[in-house]
């Protein structure tokens, strides 16, 4: 039989480049302030020069992005009208993250929500001045529950959330067409979603053309923050977030924690579906949901789960989505290039992330 020669010499004198990974231990604040702005600056600066390629002239992009959008009163009313939902997602993915629950089911988990407040509406349960907070109510039990399964596949199973929560997006998205073009479809037009919500069953308005979600919200917001920053529960959530295992061995409740997080994470899914089925569609529509997973998850990854943080981010991120509008008819930039704008900024925080906790030497 014939038999390989050998490599060449030179070939196996060859140095080859490697890479050690490690992680760091000792990276202070301010240093890691610098690695997110760097590379959020690295995003922007590709998302800018594809919205230039697209057409949007270089001199008009500050302008549209920024100016325009908070210097005009009907513009800021929309991103705060926008805002409110966004705080509740970025609130649910924040404090799944903290339990190491990677909860990407948070639009199965929206949807649930928004079935569980037209269940109240179609059926008129309760007496209409709690019709709303029974709304609320439903709305977060059947995300919890839905989002159970998901906690329990992995808890006693051990099936990765991931999967399961992704997947179950895809579930709980055809149920959702079931509904809407069968037996809950609008009598009176015939289209694929359900009729109207009454007028008390919808969140109105509180002055200056503000929604009652956005008070909505930042109480949710304020009180996350006080269950994980002042909270033996919250105490406990820092250790399971450092690590699970130790956490347990030292006597740490760990899958009480992670379960009570991940209902939690649920729960604030499902008030965000029906904040956007009360107070902006007015009704269960087959798409009311779309675009918030990737929203929910950008605003986790920049707040670095802090439920204050959140808020802020998410204000950001509505800013983006209103200005995504105003390219959209000046400039016919699609929405899909606002979702790709996006995906841009979670990839450069991924990668901002992976460094900050990473260090990186060359090997020859």
């Known amino acids: 039989m014939p038999v390989a020669s050998p490599a060449p010499d030179g070939a ?3 140095r080859l480049w490697r890479f050690n990974l ?3 231990h ?3 604040p301010w240093q890691q302030a610098v690695y997110l702005v760097v590379f959020l600056g690295f995003g922007f600066l590709i998302s800018g020069l594809i919205l230039v390629e697209a057409g949007v002239p270089a001199a008009d992009l500050f302008d549209q992005l920024v100016v325009s959008t908070l210097t005009d009163v009907d513009n800021l009313r929309s991103v705060l009208f926008r805002a409110a939902p966004l705080m509740l997602i970025g609130l649910s993915a924040a404090i799944a993250f903290r339990a190491r629950f990677w909860n990407l089911g948070l639009e199965g988990q929206m949807i649930w929500g928004g079935i569980g407040a037209t269940i109240v509406s179609l059926y008129g349960i309760g007496p209409e001045s709690i019709r709303i907070p029974i709304m609320i109510l439903f709305a977060s039990a059947l995300a919890m529950a839905w989002i159970a399964i998901a906690a329990l596949l992995k808890i006693r199973l051990g099936v990765n959330e991931i999967i399961s929560t992704l997947l179950m997006n895809y579930v709980a ?4 067409l079931h509904l809407v073009y069968g037996p809950w479809r609008d009598p009176h037009d015939g289209f694929p979603h359900s009729k109207a919500f009454e007028p008390f069953e919808r969140l109105g308005e509180i002055g200056w053309g503000l929604s009652a979600a956005l008070p909505l919200a930042l109480t949710i917001a304020i009180l996350v923050w006080w269950l994980v920053g002042f909270t033996r529960f919250g105490f406990y959530l820092r250790f399971v977030q450092a690590n699970d295992r130790v956490a347990h061995a030292v006597g740490i409740p760990a899958i009480t924690v992670t379960l009570g997080a991940v209902l939690i994470s649920g729960a604030l899914a499902g008030i965000g579906g029906f904040v956007v089925v009360s107070g902006q569609e007015g009704r269960l ?3 009311f949901f779309e675009g918030y997973l990737f929203s929910g998850v950008l605003i986790a990854f ?6 204050l943080a959140a808020v ?3 204000v950001l991120v509505a800013m983006l989505f209103i200005s995504g509008q105003s390219l959209q008819v000046f400039y016919q930039v699609p929405f899909s290039m606002v979702q790709l704008i996006e995906a841009i900024v979670v990839i450069c925080v991924a990668t901002s992330e992976f460094l900050i906790r990473h260090r990186i030497h060359v090997i020859r």
């Open 12 to 14: 196996s004198r060859r």
């Open 302 to 307: 920049l707040a670095r789960n802090n439920p």
């Open 22 to 24: 490690e992680v760091r």
């Open 26 to 28: 000792d990276m202070p």
């Open 285 to 287: 529509t087959q798409s």
């Open 173 to 176: 998205l055809n149920f959702l």
């Open 312 to 314: 802020i981010v998410s």
